[in-house]
């Protein structure tokens, strides 16, 4: 299949256009350009590297692809602080090799669905530089300015705290004010409530949309609109501030508006990374009708083994199996999203299960299989495929600019505390995603024949790309049978869901359901046999579909017995 690029756009009939929602059919692959593949050996990921590894894709049987920002960047936090929006971070390459990117993704019948930072800006972003200069530049109002608070006014406007630690204000000497930064100092967060900003935010869409993107992928959208009078915040000490701009009212009007004159005009996909959301609210901003967001990248998956998103807690699986399930039962226009990781999160491996033990691989596949099965959109982040695992770093390896900023606060503020931090970034840092994807046993991992930015993990030497290729029963080879499986099958993908034993706090088990069709799915998310009295699902005599195992149980029965981290699919019909 070929994407017929002249055909995306949208007819629109007065309000009403029509969006195929292709999203809901397809399955995704998050590349992180930096550390997917070098191709001019600096050391560093490029686009002609992505280009290079395109058949991989393919044959992995994705259908679209995710960018991480490729625009040009000082790179504060490897490009989600963006200088140009319609331009290439050099480092990565042109826009006529991104051309040739996306050229190369359509030709094999796979949309592109790129990050758009509309948060913040970078502060080397010319609106910035602007901005910054005089009171009264045309410019000023794109970012959010304020005096000064206390007596002697030399305190921040108010209490929010930086996402990556500290006040999230910055004072600037040159017009004597103060701008708000949610992030870094670097990514100074622009004024939705200005017209201009919402205008500049709908042509940078559309100048992509006019190059042939598919989708955006909104960071921190829900970030958008700040309360008027930005008052202090309660909160945690981290994430002070929250309620004020955390699915703030007006981001329903910013969002509508830039469909209105963007989104909905092509055959495209808005995924929002919408923290704040979950399946209790989500009908308030992804809901079809609504025409804000097509789909949300939510966090409470992703903190049921975290406190406070950060220090790292037993997996509770009847709370996980909660959430997962919930957005389940939507109905079908609220659309979920599936993922357990992405370039801010750890390893699925390492986080679920033991994955330095023998049934590493097991675990890998189980995973798979018990994302893969549910209904929603998944993404597999580069490396998930292939069973990639943390990485342990020492403290001077570390590149991110998150951990570095907590190595920096606990040295400073809490130095008894650093063994502590070490252990918890061991498992929490989100460079256990970045490191460079491990292609082959060579020494650069087939990435890069040069030093590469970051650490490559050691145990590249036996988890690789070229070496799974060649193993029937790799993880590699498990994830295509199973991406195969469910870009055929309609049940998978639309079927009806419903659980069996939610407190079960070894097993998720539940059913799959369209035209008399069903699956049954059972995964073990323990590393030791677990016994299921499996009656109440009446599914005797259900025939083995595909498992993690060479040789599970072939009929379904009422007592079923499961090995460490198996996953079995059964099918009847009913
Ligand atoms: C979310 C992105 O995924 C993360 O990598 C980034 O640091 C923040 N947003 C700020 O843009």
Not at 284 to 293: G, V, Y
Not at 389 to 394: C, D, F, P, S
Request: hydrophobic share 35%; glycine share 6%.
């Amino acid at each position: 299949m070929s994407i017929n690029i002249e055909k995306k756009k949208n007819i629109v009939q007065g309000n009403c256009s029509v969006k195929t929602r292709w999203y809901k059919d397809a399955i995704f692959y998050q590349i992180y350009p930096r550390s997917f593949q070098d191709s001019n050996n600096d050391g560093i990921g490029d686009i002609r590297g992505i280009i290079q590894r395109l058949d991989y894709i393919k044959e992995l049987g994705i259908t679209a692809v995710w960018l991480s920002p490729v625009y040009k960047t000082p790179n504060d936090d490897n490009g989600y602080d963006i200088s140009d929006y319609r331009d290439i971070n050099p480092e990565f390459g042109t826009l006529e090799d991104w051309k040739e990117m996306i050229k190369g993704l359509h030709e094999r019948g796979i949309r592109l669905v790129m990050d758009l930072v509309v948060n913040h800006t970078s502060d080397e972003h010319n609106w910035f530089c602007e901005s910054r200069s005089s009171k009264d530049n045309p410019y000023r109002d794109y970012y959010i300015w304020r005096k000064g608070s206390g007596n002697d006014g030399k305190k921040p406007p108010n209490n929010w705290t930086s996402r990556f630690t500290g006040s999230a204000w910055k004072y600037d000497s040159v017009t004597d004010e103060w701008y708000l930064h949610l992030f870094s100092e670097k990514q100074p967060d622009l004024n939705w409530a200005n017209p201009k900003v919402r205008k500049e935010v709908i042509d940078i869409c559309n100048y992509w949309f006019e190059l042939g993107v598919d989708g955006f992928r909104c960071d921190v959208i829900t970030y958008i609109s700040k309360a008027d009078g930005l008052p202090d915040g309660k909160g945690r000490f981290a994430v002070r501030g929250d309620e004020h701009f955390v699915l703030e009212p007006k981001i329903h009007q910013y969002l509508q508006e830039v469909s209105a004159k963007s989104w909905s005009n092509y055959d495209s996909m808005i995924v929002g990374e919408a923290i704040g959301v979950n399946a209790e609210n989500a009908e308030i901003i992804i809901k079809e009708d609504l025409n804000e967001l097509d789909t949300a990248i939510t966090f409470a998956l992703s903190e049921v083994d975290m406190f406070a998103g950060l220090i790292p807690k037993k997996l509770k699986l009847p709370k996980f199996k909660k959430i997962q399930s919930s957005w389940q039962c939507l109905p079908n226009d609220c659309w979920p999203t599936l993922y357990y990781e992405n370039h801010d999160q750890p390893r699925s491996i390492s986080r679920y299960g033991n994955a330095d033990g023998i049934y590493k691989k097991e675990l890998a596949k189980m995973l798979a299989i018990s994302l893969l099965t549910l209904k929603g959109t998944p993404y597999i982040y580069q490396g998930q495929e292939i069973g990639m695992t943390n990485i342990r770093l020492e403290e001077n390896e570390y590149m991110d600019i998150m951990s570095i900023r907590v190595f920096r606060a606990v040295r400073k503020y809490f130095p008894p505390l650093i063994l502590v931090a070490k252990k918890i970034m061991r498992k929490r840092a989100r460079d256990n995603a970045r490191s460079p994807m491990q292609w082959s046993a060579e020494s650069g991992a087939g990435f890069s024949n040069e030093t590469p930015w970051m650490k490559i993990n050691p145990n590249h030497a036996f988890v690789n790309v070229e070496m799974q290729l060649k193993n029937p029963s790799s993880v590699l080879n498990f994830y295509k049978k199973l991406i195969e499986f469910r870009n055929n099958d309609e049940t998978i993908k639309y079927g009806e869901f419903k659980e069996y034993f939610p407190r079960n706090s070894s097993l998720y088990v539940f059913t799959r359901e369209l035209k008399k069709q069903r699956y049954i799915v059972i995964c073990n998310f323990k590393e030791k046999v677990v016994n299921l009295n499996a009656i109440d699902i009446s599914a005797r005599g259900a025939k083995l579909v595909l498992s993690n195992y060479p040789n599970s149980q072939e009929t379904f029965t009422d007592g079923m017995t499961l090995r460490p981290y198996e996953a079995v699919i059964y099918h009847d019909y009913i």
